[in-house]
């Protein structure tokens, strides 16, 4: 035999790509794609995930609990925890939102969308104030009654969510600030009636600090 010829079972055990070998190599290549590192999240194209102007400030009342915000919470800037009193059973919560300069920080719009989860009338009913603190215009909007808090996403053609938390005895207490060079800035205070009545004086006082 001619020794430069492989032998019959050399020639056996050569790797081919229908063959078993060819089985364990895409198992161990499928492992290796398993375990590589996943692709970077893509950043949020939604337009209001960064102010691009230079943000409003306030001072937070020191009894308010400041909550850490998810990584792309959208127009919400701040969120504030307000520990219940009274006889209230629950917390109240502010929310600080910022819709960028344009037709998104109309205040009427948001207002309403405020408070339409309640019943009755309150687009008709809400009391409305407007004052000035430190130059800058705010309008207040406030509404008390029963509060359907949506659970699940608005069906097709449906105004409210098919599936609601309804709380009584609920009360809204919001207001914008208005301002030449940075838009509007959204405050929303909401809880039981109790407990947002007896924040409402650190509310105004946490306006007064704007800047």
């Known amino acids: 035999m001619n020794p430069s010829t492989p032998s019959p079972r050399l020639r056996s055990r050569r790797w081919r790509p229908d063959g078993p070998g060819a089985l364990g190599a895409a198992v161990l290549a499928l492992a290796a794609c398993s375990h590589a590192p996943a692709e970077p999240d893509a950043p949020a194209s939604s337009a209001t995930s960064a102010p691009g102007v230079a943000p409003l400030l306030w001072d937070a009342p020191g009894s308010w ?77 406030e509404y008390q009654g029963t509060y359907k808090m949506a659970l699940t996403p608005p069906g097709r053609g449906m105004k409210r969510a098919p599936v609601n938390m309804v709380k009584k005895d609920w009360r809204m207490y919001g207001a914008v600030v208005r301002t030449t060079d940075r838009g509007n800035w959204f405050f929303k205070l909401t809880g039981p009636d109790e407990t947002v009545q007896s924040a409402k004086s650190a509310f105004r006082a946490m306006l007064e600090t704007m800047r």
């Not at 920080?105 to 969308?113: I, L, N, S, V, Y």
Request: charged share 30%; proline share 12%; hydrophobic share 30%.
């Open 65 to 141: 609990t400041k909550l850490e915000l998810p990584p792309h919470p959208g127009p919400k800037r701040t969120s504030y925890r307000i520990n219940p009193v009274g006889n209230d059973k629950e917390e109240a919560e502010m929310n600080v939102f910022f819709f960028g300069t344009g037709a998104r920080g109309d205040p009427a719009p948001t207002f309403k969308e405020w408070l339409d989860p309640f019943d009755g009338k309150p687009n008709e009913d809400a009391k409305h104030d407007a004052f000035e603190v430190k130059g800058f215009k705010v309008e207040s909007v």
